[in-house]
């Protein structure tokens, strides 16, 4: 990869994980971005790697960032992060796949990752910020799980799958496309 290749990289990465964040702590300000109800408009973004692999690295730092104001500290920083990269990497891989020239189920990791590690992470805890294994069940795993994956369902589909559209139609995939 070309030095100029590489700043671009970077580049791209650094702004999507500045509108990550900045999208996430604008829907925690309404309290939809933390806890069993989820509507992140960040989510949106997770189409991205549909687009380019420095999408990989810029939603991963994204959620690090956005989730250092969470109320779960750290657990959050390590799981929400980890579900964050492997939603990227399975929208990667999934970015070929596509009908009428869409790629309708790139934004389906991003679901499932969420659903299964964020949904897990939050039936352990029985109070924000108080982490119990004793309070992980199989009920509160499926809660946890149904309402992060209804979420971002919503949210992936609805607002993803425009921005997907349109930036193919405005041509930015292919700016995008040259940073990775």
Same mark, same amino acid.
């Given at each position: ?104 189920? %790139?934004? *389906?990791?991003?679901?499932? #990752?969420? /659903? $299964?590690? !964020? &949904? ?7 109070? +924000? ?6 309070? %992980?069940? *199989?009920?509160?795993?499926? #809660?946890? /799980? $149904?309402? !992060? &994956? ?7 589909? +609805? ?6 559209? %349109? ?14």
């Amino acid at each position: 990869m070309s030095s100029s290749r590489k700043v671009r990289y970077i580049a791209v990465s650094a702004v999507i994980a500045a509108m990550y964040a900045g999208l996430t702590y604008l829907a925690a300000a309404m309290n939809l971005a933390y806890g069993p109800v989820q509507f992140r408009f960040s989510e949106a973004l997770t189409v991205l790697p549909v687009f380019t692999p420095a999408a990989v690295p810029g939603l991963m730092l994204g959620c690090l960032i956005a989730n250092l104001t969470s109320p779960f500290g750290i657990v959050d920083w390590v799981f929400g992060t980890l579900a964050s990269f492997v939603a990227a990497v399975g929208t990667l891989s999934l970015s070929r796949v596509r009908y009428k020239g869409i790629a309708w189920l %790139a934004p *389906l990791p991003p679901v499932i #990752a969420n /659903a $299964v590690i !964020v &949904g897990f992470e939050l039936c352990c805890f029985s109070e +924000a910020g108080v982490f119990s294994w004793g309070n %992980a069940s *199989l009920a509160g795993f499926l #809660a946890g /799980a $149904v309402s !992060v &994956g209804i979420g971002e369902l919503v949210v992936c589909y +609805a607002l993803g799958v425009p921005l997907m559209i %349109a930036i193919e139609k405005t041509g930015l995939n292919r700016l995008m496309a040259s940073a990775g």
